[in-house]
């Protein structure tokens, strides 16, 4: 079967205007609030202009010491953030169950989810150490790992991964390239308000117009994954239907 791209981005839209309450309340706590802490309670390490000069040491230690204090925070928003999602695919894949009840599903799956998403981005990142291609092929191959560790609960890391490069057969490139427009345009569009943030904080201006711009980054951020969850539920119910 061939896959309707255009009716799958349909099925997505008709998803988030049928569900969009239930999908802001899981959002909220486990998208959006881990990513507006980060971005208001921790600092980015800054890199001198040009990059840090070869032998010096100080500066070199003060970047990675930098990120070594941004570590707990991107890793406390990347988990919550994956249990956020893990909780959609059960609300929406599992039989409409209620909030608590997906919450539930998730968590019983989580630790193999996280599992095979790392096992997942190592192979992509093995591939993208190959001239960048090998990883992007292998980004649209593992694009529905997320909903088949939900619908296919019995199926470990190895096996879920297996799953869904049966299921994007033909279709990886495609798959590629929407899930890398979706994080483009989501990186872009909270870029804005990051970066207003940034030049006002800066120059002295108002904490509380840094604190509303913070927020409006980390909720285009959240539309942004809300998006790409929903799109893959789509994806994989036309070609799981399918019979492949």
């Known amino acids: 079967m061939t896959l309707d791209m255009s009716a799958a981005l349909q099925a997505a839209l008709a998803l988030w205007r049928r569900e969009r309450d239930l999908l802001v309340r899981i959002a909220a706590p486990f998208l959006f609030l881990p990513l507006y802490a980060t971005l208001l309670l921790a600092s980015v390490p800054e890199i001198p202009e040009g990059g840090v000069a070869p032998g010096d040491v100080e500066a070199a230690r003060a970047v990675f010491d930098g990120y070594i204090a941004l570590a707990p925070w991107s890793l406390s928003a990347a988990v919550l953030g994956m249990f956020g999602a893990a909780t959609i695919y059960a609300l929406v894949l599992r039989g409409k169950p209620t909030v608590g009840e997906a919450m539930r599903l998730a968590l019983a799956r989580f630790a193999m989810f996280v599992l095979a998403m790392v096992v997942a981005r190592l192979i992509i990142g093995a591939g993208m150490l190959l001239l960048v291609v090998p990883g992007l092929y292998l980004l649209g191959r593992c694009y529905l790992l997320g909903p088949v560790l939900m619908v296919e609960p019995k199926l470990g890391p190895i096996e ?17 390239f929407v899930s890398v427009a979706i994080w483009l345009t989501g990186n872009v569009l909270s870029s804005i308000p990051s970066a207003m943030a940034g030049a006002i904080g800066g120059a002295g201006g108002s904490p509380v117009a840094n604190i509303v711009l913070m927020a409006v980054t980390a909720a285009i951020s959240m539309a942004a994954s809300i998006a790409d969850i929903l799109v893959k539920i789509a994806v994989y119910r036309q070609l799981a239907k399918s019979g492949r």
Do not use: K, Y
Request: glycine share 0%; net charge positive; aromatic share 12%.
């Open 160 to 176: 879920a991964i297996s799953r869904s490069f049966d299921l994007t057969r033909r279709h990886a490139w495609t798959l590629m």
